[in-house]
């Protein structure tokens, strides 16, 4: 039987938050480590919480690497919530230099220390919708605030994937989009209203 919305556990994420945000709006999700059931997904959400080296080495290990790689090869939607949005890129600078799933060139670069503002960014922010047409953006009111915890982001090298931009001083990208592959540095899971338009979003899609 083919798993619809498949939640990847590599044991570092709010899994259960983010199963609960999906069943909010409808949609059931299941959570698995087995990479043939997240091969098997329709849609699938890499979410994560932690450090980006040891979140990388657990998806190698198990092999749910190659089955994430595959399924977005496929051309299915996949999403990923905030280190599942990092993962996707060539390489973070997180505590040493750490190779990613490289879907996207890019570097995760830490915060530049700014007077006045904390390390790690925590709390909402508002967006700036620079792909409006993205499919996860659909029914949300005008400048969207989002929840962030995060000291990295992804320093694109591609600013066509950039769907939405907030700003921590400066500007940097909150959100890709690229055919079947959607991305966050937020949490949805952790959004309230707006976060459970998002899941909806993705589960239609």
Known sequence: MTADIVIIDYGMANLRSV???????GAAAEITSDPTRV?????????GVGAFRDAIARLRDTGLADAVVEHIDDGLPFLGICLGYQMLFTRSHED??????????????RFTPTPGLKIPHMGWNP?????PDCPLFADLPADPAFYFVHSYYPATEDASLVAAEADY?????AAIWRGNVFATQFHPEKSQAV???????????
């Open 195 to 205: 976060g459970r338009v998002l899941f909806a979003n993705f589960a239609k899609l």
């Open 19 to 25: 199963q609960k945000a999906f069943e909010a709006v």
């Open 127 to 131: 967006l700036r919708l620079t792909q």
């Open 39 to 47: 091969r098997d997904a329709t849609r699938l959400v890499l979410p």
């Open 96 to 109: 040493g230099l750490h190779a990613g799933l490289d879907v996207f060139p890019g570097e995760v670069v």
């Open 169 to 173: 001083p400066d500007p940097f990208p």
